[in-house]
């Protein structure tokens, strides 16, 4: 989860936007009903009436969740981890053959044989301008009297270049220089007065500190969770915050540290040397990914925290996201992990500006279209159109330009409780994203065993679309992929009035922002797929092979 930051200039924004005139709203309000409760909820108890009173049974389904990690000891959510009944744990052999060995619960594109993990990244335009840089020195070429390929790649040197040199704001980084230092030791004190390492903001209310450094800290780490809507933020998110902010800064003038390199140890130029990483899922690194795997699947019938959107499930969890942008070749491995895994569902919250290795992405998506299996991604948090903005990955393939079909691209809508019908932070187009779905204030499992919490962003409303496409895959179990991404988005509603265009007061209609114009609804949805005949076996076809053997 990205966060506003306080600067000299009042706001950094990094990503998720703070909701204006947000009031506090039920905490599932975004599974409620507009015509029964005045929320523009996904009437997900509408849709379980629909279903029990139809007398369908459900078929359970497999989500993999592409993210940072998840808590694997978490009570709403270890009963319904995918296991790999065909691997032993713990004997370190790969006695699936799969190429991967341990793998009970899903796998970690971005740890090391030896145990150790990655956890934070640079991010890839400060990867791809360096390596241009190198090539084609300080100064952008003239490609007057270059090969098509040269051309190409100057004008990706002359964009990546405008963005990591231009988006560098030297008083917003010498601010955040200065309040580092600061906020770390008082970060310090708090640590050890409070007795734990990681804390948010409801652990601070009732916490009055003598040192001067952590009164401060508190009242920044305030200020923050008050502009973010969410008592949740912890310490570590906003340290990660600001040394991701000052890796982009460091990007214009040095190279970026290779910080998968050294731990990984595979070759990062070989997408056919796909066997690398480890078993370990959770690492340091798992708010993210276990807020969206409990917007998922967290168990309903347990009273427990939060109920999932989707009541037989079971979550596979691909590690493929640093602190930091993900590389091309780890997201590709994930979809091909994930599918050849026997995934139905995959949600991606994940996504960057720039994809060096797009081909290989595409090849992967190609793989999953093949297989019937649907993608569902994050459209992103910088309140940009995306029909003339780039956001990867992306459904549209690179040697063909046509748009994968079983891919959605999802955009975060709230309520006017929680601000406005659209998200003001949420990306939008047209053409390229296909529905709206909550994503402001979204209650959720969060990393320590038994706990819960609220997020906002994009990443929220990705797998309520892909909680929705598996409850419809759970009792429609012949639909494909394809049908799926019809039902989702002609089943969708138009909201009653007009909407913010993200990032402005401007008014328009839904249908300007989005391909359906509609926001999620699962009661809509399950009564559609009711209604249709599943083609399911049609699009099943051979899967393509790769060429380098397996590895230990």
Same mark, same amino acid.
């Given at each position: 989860m990205k966060i506003w930051l306080l600067s000299s200039a009042l706001l950094v924004? +990094?990503? +998720?936007?703070?909701?204006?005139? #947000?009031? /506090?709203?039920? $905490?599932?309000?975004?599974?409620?009903d507009k015509a029964g409760t005045g929320y523009y909820g996904i009437s997900l108890d509408k849709a379980y009436d629909f279903l029990k009173a139809k007398k369908l049974k459900s078929k359970q389904v497999l989500v993999a969740v592409i993210d940072g990690g998840i808590d694997t000891v978490h009570e709403d959510l270890k009963p319904i981890l995918w296991t790999n009944t065909k691997e032993i744990p713990g004997n370190g052999i790969d006695d699936d053959h799969n190429g991967y060995i341990d793998d009970v619960h899903g796998w970690n594109f971005l740890g090391g044989k030896d145990g150790r993990n990655v956890k934070e990244d640079s991010y890839e335009g400060a990867r791809v301008y360096t390596a241009l840089k190198a090539k084609y020195g300080e100064e952008i070429p003239d490609d007057s009297a270059v090969s098509d390929t040269?051309?190409? /790649?100057?004008?990706?040197? =002359?964009?990546? =270049? /405008? =963005?990591?040199?231009?988006?560098?704001?030297? *008083?917003?980084?010498?601010?955040?220089?200065?309040?580092?230092p600061g906020f770390l030791k008082g !970060?310090?004190?708090?640590? $050890? /007065?409070?007795?734990?390492?990681?804390?948010?903001?409801?652990?601070?209310?009732?916490?009055?500190?003598?040192?001067?450094?952590?009164?401060?800290?508190?009242?920044?780490l305030t200020q923050l969770c008050k502009g973010n809507n969410s008592n949740e933020l912890t310490n570590k998110q906003i340290i990660d915050e600001l040394n991701g902010e000052l890796r982009k800064a460091d990007a214009v003038e040095n190279s970026p540290k290779e910080y998968r390199k050294e731990i990984v140890q595979d070759d990062e130029n070989?997408?056919? !040397?796909?066997?690398?990483?480890?078993?370990?899922?959770?690492?340091?690194?798992?708010?993210h990914g276990t807020h969206c795997a409990g917007i998922i699947a967290a168990v309903r019938d347990n009273g427990k925290g939060i109920k999932g959107i989707a009541d037989n499930v079971r979550i596979m969890m691909v590690r493929a996201v640093p602190d930091g942008d993900e590389h091309d070749k780890d997201i590709a491995n994930a979809i091909r992990y994930a599918v050849e895994n026997g995934a139905q569902v995959i949600s991606m919250s994940f996504g960057k500006e720039f994809s060096p290795e797009k081909k290989?992405?595409?090849?992967?998506? $190609?793989? *999953?279209?093949?297989?019937?299996?649907?993608?569902?991604?994050?459209?992103?948090?910088?309140?940009?159109?995306?029909? #003339?903005?780039?956001?990867?990955?992306? &459904?549209?393939?690179? !040697?063909?330009?046509?748009? *994968?079909t079983n891919w959605i691209t999802v955009g975060a809508s709230g309520d006017p409780h929680t601000g406005s019908i659209t998200a003001n932070f949420s990306n939008y187009g047209k053409q390229q994203v296909d529905v709206f779905a909550p994503g402001v204030q979204i209650y959720s499992t969060i990393p320590g065993g038994n706990m819960y919490g609220n997020a906002s962003g994009t990443s929220m409303a990705c797998p309520v679309v892909a909680g929705t496409a598996a409850l419809l895959l759970e009792y429609f179990p012949t639909l494909s992929a394809k049908q799926l991404k019809y039902i989702i988005e002609k089943s969708s509603v138009a909201p009653d009035t007009e909407v913010n265009i993200p990032g402005t007061t401007q008014k328009t209609k839904l249908s300007e922002l989005c391909v359906s114009g509609g926001l999620l609804n699962a009661y809509e949805a399950v009564?559609?797929? *009711?209604?249709?005949?599943?083609?399911? +076996?049609?699009?099943?076809?051979?899967? &393509?092979?790769? +060429?380098?053997?397996?590895?230990?």
């Open positions: 924004t +990094t990503a +998720t936007f703070a909701q204006s005139a #947000s009031t /506090e709203a039920p $905490k599932n309000w975004y599974q409620l040269q051309k190409n /790649e100057i004008a990706l040197y =002359k964009k990546v =270049k /405008e =963005k990591v040199a231009g988006e560098v704001n030297p *008083a917003e980084i010498a601010f955040l220089k200065q309040i580092l !970060d310090s004190v708090i640590t $050890k /007065e409070l007795g734990k390492d990681e804390y948010n903001c409801n652990d601070l209310e009732k916490y009055n500190p003598t040192d001067a450094n952590a009164k401060r800290t508190k009242v920044f070989d997408i056919t !040397d796909r066997f690398y990483g480890n078993k370990d899922i959770m690492t340091a690194t798992p708010f290989w992405v595409d090849d992967a998506v $190609k793989f *999953a279209e093949s297989k019937g299996v649907l993608l569902v991604h994050a459209a992103g948090n910088d309140a940009k159109n995306v029909d #003339s903005t780039d956001n990867y990955p992306s &459904p549209v393939y690179l !040697d063909n330009g046509k748009k *994968a009564k559609l797929a *009711a209604s249709l005949q599943g083609d399911r +076996t049609k699009e099943v076809l051979p899967a &393509p092979t790769m +060429t380098k053997n397996k590895k230990g």
